[in-house]
């Protein structure tokens, strides 16, 4: 089936730990993205790659680091979390990025950092 | 810089038709998309069209597309309490390398 699979579904952790929330999508897609999600302001775009080895800042990239080492993974890791990254994540992958074959969505990811 | 707007609430009567707004900002957006995301799940791609087209039509959804205005609509025709979800409009442009923008999302209410 063809998925975009993010792990763990769900996170608390301490502020200052470091964690990586993984994503990997078995679509052979180019384009991979990271969004949060917080009430009120919608979707908000972390960091996205065009392909492996090349990633760029989204909207709201302080505080987080991605790598794209192989095309099919696209980790996203909080070096040292902090509260206000209380949010919900998701991975969404594409094939040429958002043209007629839009994004495919993981399901997401619920952290709390405490 | 790009923006998409949507009002954030959006309540009708089982049968009835929902109209859901967005607007936005960048004249140049080349595909502009309609997404749901039901409760605890991802987002999934409902319907998109592409700029030089008005309407797109399928099935019990609508979208039609003012360029002028720069507005775009999704009729849901005969809506269900399944459909109640949050909708989100969204674009991409070729000079921002077709990574999408969307809008905040309006909640749809399904009630008897």
């Known amino acids: 089936e063809a998925q975009v699979t993010q792990n763990p579904r769900y996170l608390i952790t301490v502020t200052g730990k470091k964690l990586t929330v993984t994503c990997s999508q078995n679509m052979n897609h180019e384009y991979m993205s990271w969004y949060r999600q917080d009430p009120g302001l919608g979707l908000r775009q972390i960091y996205y790659s065009m392909n492996v080895e090349v990633t760029d800042k989204g909207d709201v990239p302080e505080g987080y680091k991605v790598s794209r080492k192989e095309k099919r993974n696209f980790p996203l890791i909080l070096e040292s979390p902090s509260p206000n990254q209380t949010s919900l994540y998701f991975c969404?992958?594409?094939?040429?990025?958002?043209?007629?074959?839009?994004?495919?969505f993981g399901s997401g990811t619920r952290l709390t950092v405490v | 810089g790009e923006d998409v707007e949507q009002s954030l609430f959006l309540s009708v009567r089982e049968g009835d038709s929902s109209v859901i707004n967005c607007t936005y900002t960048d004249s140049s957006s080349t595909y502009l998309y309609w997404y749901k995301q039901e409760p605890g799940a991802g987002l999934q791609l409902l319907t998109y069209i592409f700029s030089n087209m008005d309407m797109k039509q399928d099935q019990r959804l609508t979208v039609l597309l003012n360029k002028k205005d720069k507005h775009l609509s999704l009729r849901i025709a005969d809506t269900q309490t399944g459909d109640s979800a949050i909708y989100f409009c969204?674009?991409?442009?070729?000079?921002?390398?077709?990574?999408?923008?969307f809008g905040r999302g309006t909640s749809l209410i399904v009630h008897p």
């Open positions: 969204a674009e991409s442009t070729s000079g921002g390398s077709y990574i999408p923008t």
């Open positions: 969404a992958s594409s094939l040429f990025g958002g043209t007629d074959y839009g994004y495919t």
